[in-house]
């Protein structure tokens, strides 16, 4: 294991990337952990806020060195594979668990912020699981898009041991390798979509990582930034 | 005079500086996408915003000036 030492753990943190970034500009190596039980100013992609009930959630990030290229898509892809089978990636690294048994993947049950410094060689994973998070705890329009793993705090560290473990191995894939697990696990594929551009079908994920959407005028469009959702305006 | 360029390809989706600003070494001036990952774009130099070449939104080419400084 080379993720996840050295390990610096806070009890409280505004942001555990934004501690790891510091770390990672003075000089922390590959693979370097930060975690906290608490985060009193934690973000999640576009400046959104991330909220959790203390010690509830694993609030974890990792300073990597020469980052992949598609690291977004890897972390989502590690995450996926270390919750378990039944869940599914939203382009391009939330991950989803069903509602209930044959329910179409649709709760948010982890989070993903990938911040880069390529000038500087390095990147920092912020990664976010409702581990042990009650529904019940979290604001109420969260219910019903939410979801948790539904175990104990002291789980937090078999999750984490398994998503290092995961990102290990998902970021030394090459791209094809990549795309092809990540594909395997797309929640978005056959399901209308609504960006800042319109409405479409989700058509799946193209050789460079981006999310193809069929358009109602039978055109096509790659997205490769910016932000969808799933189902009607 | 210190510009500000963009560090890789990608698009600004905020931009965290207003003209007249006073800006330190380091500070974050503008955040760029590029395939989900979020790439903060930090000032070289202090100085103060004299202008800002880009907005929200808008595809940027690595070398493309985003702010100027004074």
């Known amino acids: 294991m080379t993720l996840g030492s050295p390990h610096l753990h806070a009890a409280t943190l505004a942001s555990t990337s934004d501690r790891a970034r510091e770390l990672a500009a003075a000089g922390a190596p590959h693979g370097t952990l930060v975690t906290a039980d608490v985060q009193t100013a934690g973000r999640g992609r576009q400046g959104r806020r991330w909220e959790a009930p203390a010690g509830s959630a694993l609030l974890c990030s990792i300073v990597l060195r020469d980052p992949p290229e598609l690291l977004p898509l890897a972390g989502g892809l590690a995450v996926a594979r270390a919750i378990g089978d039944g869940a599914r990636i939203k382009w391009p690294n939330d991950v989803l668990l069903p509602a209930g048994p044959g329910a179409a993947p649709g709760r948010k049950v982890a989070g993903i912020l990938a911040e880069g410094r390529p000038q500087d060689g390095w990147a920092v994973i912020g990664i976010g699981v409702n581990v042990a998070v009650r529904l019940e705890d979290l604001p109420p329009e969260l219910h019903d898009t939410a979801a948790t793993l539904g175990l104990t705090p002291a789980d937090r560290a078999i999750v984490l041991e398994r998503i290092l473990r995961e990102l290990e191995s998902a970021i030394t894939l090459d791209t094809a390798a990549l795309l092809a697990a990540y594909r395997e696990r797309d929640a978005l594929r056959g399901r209308a979509i609504t960006w800042s551009g319109g409405t479409g079908v989700a058509a799946g994920i193209d050789g460079s990582g981006r999310l193809v959407l069929d358009l109602p005028d039978g055109g096509h469009v790659a997205l490769d930034a910016g932000e969808v959702h799933l189902g009607r305006v | ?70």
């Open chain 2, 1 to 70: 005079m210190p510009d500000i360029e963009a560090h890789i390809t990608g698009t600004v989706w905020k931009i965290e500086c207003q003209v007249g600003d006073q800006i330190a070494e380091g500070d974050t001036v503008a955040i760029l996408e590029s395939m989900k990952m979020e790439m903060p774009v930090e000032a070289e130099d202090a100085g103060t915003v004299r202008e800002i070449l880009c907005e929200e939104g808008q595809a940027v080419n690595e070398g493309d000036t985003l702010v100027v400084l004074d």
